[in-house]
């Protein structure tokens, strides 16, 4: 019983900062990716940011890079998206997934098993 839950959406005005978490529980898998997707409406679910079981190699997407930071947490199969300089094209459902058995990256949606129930982040002008 695989399960994601995100936190941390909300309403921010252009400029300010969200911190996302997504917290993993079922997970027997030795080895998977942990990604942050999003997806506005009327748009396609995109890849955000990703980081692999161990911590190590966090990939941004080129969107975000220089502003959104993500990490894993303090507590066992935890991760962050800190989100800073937030702008309105930013406002989207936030999404954490799993890709088992693999530490690879891989921005297609589909190629992740498990997805968490989303968060929403909407940023104001």
């Known amino acids: 019983q695989v399960q994601l839950v995100e936190s941390g959406g909300g309403l921010v005005q252009a400029g300010g900062s969200l911190r996302l978490s997504c917290a993993a529980s079922?997970?027997?898998?030795?080895?998977?990716?942990i990604g942050w997707f999003r997806q506005a409406p009327g748009k396609d679910r995109e890849f955000v940011a990703g980081?692999?079981?161990?911590?190590?190699?966090?990939y941004g997407a080129d969107s975000v890079k220089g502003r959104f930071t993500i990490s894993r947490g303090n507590a066992k199969n935890t991760v962050n998206l800190q989100m800073d300089s937030l702008k309105p094209e930013d406002t989207a459902v936030y999404y954490c997934?799993?890709?088992?058995?693999?530490?690879?990256?891989?921005?297609?949606?589909?190629?992740?098993?498990?997805w968490g129930q989303g968060t929403q982040v909407t940023v104001s002008s």
């Open positions: 997934a799993v890709r088992p058995y693999s530490s690879i990256y891989r921005s297609n949606p589909g190629e992740y098993a498990y």
């Open positions: 980081i692999d079981w161990s911590g190590h190699v966090p």
């Open positions: 079922g997970l027997t898998f030795s080895t998977y990716y």
